[in-house]
């Protein structure tokens, strides 16, 4: 079992930048892979990218490729996402979710514990 908690979200203008944070407890949490979700009103949710469990492998979606890049410390229980030249259209709820072991990885059921959520919202 693991429970993730966002933090790092707010408000920042068209071109900037801003860095996410997902701590996670549990002793198991470098068993996991870890990935980043987001949803925007009226939307559905959407993957953003993803870690392996040692972090050596990444995969990002085509809309943040070249601009977000997500890494973790498993001694820290920690998994961050650096965004930058952040677009209005990044706007929404950002989530971390963890998962076991899955063939796929981009759709929310391919992962099973999932924080909260940190608001994220970009001003043209």
């Known amino acids: 079992q693991v429970q993730l908690v966002e933090s790092g979200g707010g408000l920042v203008q068209a071109g900037g930048s801003l860095t996410l944070s997902c701590a996670a407890s549990g002793r198991t949490f470098s068993s996991y892979r870890m990935g980043w979700f987001r949803q925007a009103p009226g939307k559905e949710r959407e993957f953003v990218a993803r870690i392996s469990v040692i972090g050596i492998n990444t995969v990002y979606a085509d809309s943040v490729k070249g601009r977000f890049a997500i890494s973790r410390d ?34 929310p059921s391919d992962y099973d514990h999932w924080g909260q959520g940190t608001q994220v919202t970009v001003s043209s």
């Open 74 to 107: 498993n001694a820290k229980n920690m998994v961050l996402l650096q965004m930058n030249s952040l677009k209005p259209e990044d706007t929404a709820v950002y989530y971390c979710a963890a998962g076991g072991f899955s063939i796929s990885d981009r759709r």
